[in-house]
């Protein structure tokens, strides 16, 4: 009963020193911006040494994702809903309806999103690999390249739409439209909307 008690206040102080990491690292990312805060900062200001910070998050790009952890699920409830509501609509539509919804969410929380993908990775596309936000991104629009074509003979090009379209949403592809070609999000979304579907959106089509 005692070891039972003792490994319950161990989890407990676990918990607690993870949720202080949690605050910290965001006032920190909310002050200066998650690019110019260190680990080793982070773990002065949470008055905590190095190796318990490492031993909650491996890297940064760890830590940003648990700040956003919570919010994904509803992120793509969002655009379950959508799917839903637009079942019997074209794929152009429906590629636009997520896609303003991804990139809404991009915007919103574009700081944290920025540390999720700080870390570099010698394997080609092993951003979209590293968790769940953006598997499930690619899944979704695997499925409604799919629609345009569902042969087994179109999966392939679905993929490969996919991953190109995965590309140009990630961080170093996003950001360069944004900040170097000074494009806006909604300008973004009509870009990709064009390019990755052969027909573009008519002004009837056009999501309110």
Wanted: aromatic residues 8%; negative net charge; glycine residues 4%.
């Amino acid at each position: 009963m005692q070891g039972e008690e003792e490994g319950k206040a161990i989890r407990r102080d676990a918990a607690k020193n993870r949720l202080h990491i949690l605050e910290v690292a965001s006032a920190l990312f909310s002050q200066q911006g998650v690019e110019q805060v260190s680990m080793n900062q982070i773990a002065m200001e949470a008055q905590i040494g190095s190796g318990t910070l490492y031993r909650h998050f491996r890297d940064k790009s760890e830590l940003c994702y648990a700040l956003i952890n919570d919010q994904i699920p509803f992120l793509f409830e969002e655009m379950d809903d959508f799917l839903a509501e637009h079942a019997k609509e074209p794929p152009n539509l429906k590629l636009e309806g997520v896609l303003k919804r991804f990139l809404r969410f991009r915007e919103t929380k574009r700081n944290l999103l920025l540390g999720v993908e700080e870390i570099p990775s010698k394997k080609p596309m092993a951003f979209s690999h590293q968790n769940p936000l953006f598997d499930q991104m690619h899944a979704l629009l695997m499925a409604i390249f799919q629609e345009v074509d569902p042969s087994e003979q179109a999966a392939g090009t679905s993929e490969f739409k996919a991953d190109l379209l995965m590309m140009a949403l990630r961080r170093d592809a996003y950001e360069f439209q944004r900040e170097i070609r000074g494009r806006s999000p909604d300008e973004i979304l009509q870009q990709l909307c064009q390019t990755f579907m052969a027909q573009p959106l008519t002004t009837d089509e056009r999501e309110p």
